[in-house]
């Protein structure tokens, strides 16, 4: 039986603690370069972001995804979310 080590998220991690366990390119928001909070994804560019980060985003720039395409809003990956919760 492996022993599986586990993190305690606050409201987001530094890569550098999470480094190891999971790739972290799938799991780090491209604006802040945190772990995931709350995580939301770009319908149409399939990248997600931390709901804070993205709300303050489109504050300044409405509709405009960091990645130069039309933000819509939807759930992340399933299997982003498995990931997030081990």
Known sequence: MAIRK????????STDRAHGYFDDDIVTCPICTN???????????????CL?????WLNE????CP??????ERKPPPILIKLLSN
Do not use: G
């Open 6 to 13: 586990t993190i305690v998220r606050t409201e987001s991690l």
């Open 35 to 49: 772990i995931l909070s709350k995580p939301v994804t770009c319908k149409t560019c399939e990248n997600s972001f």
């Open 52 to 56: 804070k980060c993205i709300r303050l």
């Open 61 to 64: 720039k409405p509709n405009s």
């Open 67 to 72: 990645f130069n395409c039309h933000f819509q």
